[in-house]
Structures are given as C-alpha cells and as structure tokens.
C-alpha cells in the first residue's frame, strides 16, 4: 500500500525542494487514511463515552495503522538535527536545509484528532506554498504518540509585520478579529502573529505554524 521508508523519504525531499508553488497540492494518501479512521473511531464510539475518550481510541487506531503498514519513521535515516521544541512540536531540520521535519504530538487538538486533521488539511488549502506533508508516525523524546510532518525550508529576510499579515489574510478573504485572529465563513485562523509568519527572500508571506479551526 505504502512505498518503503527509503524511497518515501526521497521522494519527499524531491518533491518539495522542487515544487513550492500554490498549485501544488501535498494532500498526500497518507493524510486522507489518517483523517477517515480517526473520524470513523468518532463515529462509531458516538455518545457511548465522554468526548476525552476519542483520542484514547483514535490514538489506538492509528497505532495499529501505523504498525499494518509499516509507517515508523526513524529520524536517523532522516539525516536531521533537532532545533527547537514547543508546545506541540519537536521541530528538526534537514541535512541540506532544504525541509523541516515536526514531529507533533497533537496536543492542540484537544479530545479529537480530527481537529488536527482538519487543521492541516485548512493549512495546505490557504497556505499552499509552504505545505505540510505527512509521512508516518513516531514516538518523540517524551514518548508521546507523534505525526511526523515535513515542510519546506524557508529562506527568509525576515518575519512579517502585523500588517503584512493582515494584508495576506484579507486578499483570502478572511476578516480581522483582532491582530493575530481572522475568520471567514468556514474557519477561524489565530496565533497569526510575525514569529509564524515568515518574509521570504523571495518577497511572499510563509504562514509557517498558524492555528485553524472550523467555525463553530
């Protein structure tokens, strides 16, 4: 079903070292699969236990994916060097600069893992060119249950300024809530501040590490 490790991991870093443009789309099989078994777990545990209990079970069900189809990643065979740690990432870098490699313990999802999965898939829909691709799953240095998500590596001249953002998101089509917090009729997008937002050398905005949800 999958392509091996080696193989993967190659292909990714040809893909996105050569295609950075809004019209590429990173949607990959792998992000479809993990969206459709978390939603399906929800469906099926539907109001036979608290809301807190889906990501128990989702967390399972995608254990179990990941073992059937031998989806561990190993950061050795990534050839990458760790960088910096938040609340929700273990961020890496590659060896050429040319990904970066966040191994995300789905802590800002909540009691759903389908929020995590809508968010990304939200993320590649406004935020083409600096998509996220996933490409298996692995254990982080806390021992927590991570997706392994690759990006592009950024050039940048700098961060972007509130207004530039502000600019960005309004050209989507999203309004203004407050400095950091847009919406439109189907998302909320927030920590939008200049730290996530990066000015890249070639002059486009890269919204590197936003949040986004569905309205509610």
């Given amino acids: 079903m999958f392509q091996t490790q080696n193989h993967k991991i190659y292909g990714i870093h040809q893909r996105i070292s050569q295609r950075m443009d809004r019209t590429h789309s990173p949607i990959n099989s792998l992000l479809e699969q993990a969206t459709h078994i978390v939603r399906r777990k929800k469906e099926t545990t539907g109001t036979l236990e608290p809301t807190e209990g889906y990501k128990r079970g989702q967390i399972k069900e995608l254990i179990e994916f990941a073992n059937a189809n031998n989806l561990w990643i190993s950061l050795t065979n990534l050839s990458v060097e760790f960088i910096s740690k938040g609340g929700e990432n273990e961020v890496y870098t590659g060896d050429k600069d040319d990904i970066v490699v966040k191994l995300n313990n789905f802590e800002y ?107 509610s």
């Fill in 109 to 215: 999802a909540g009691d759903d893992l389908e929020n995590f999965f809508i968010r990304i898939a939200a993320h590649n829909k406004f935020f083409g060119n600096v998509p996220y691709q996933m490409i298996g799953f692995a254990y982080n240095s806390q021992q927590e249950f991570c997706a392994v998500l690759v990006q592009p590596y950024i050039l940048a001249e700098r961060e972007a300024t509130e207004n530039e953002i502000a600019t960005y998101m309004q050209a989507l089509g999203f309004e203004m809530d407050y400095y950091d917090e847009y919406h439109n009729s189907d998302y909320e997008v927030f920590d939008a501040v200049p730290n996530n937002v990066l000015y890249g050398i070639d002059g486009d905005l890269y919204f590197i590490d936003t949040q986004i949800r569905l309205r």
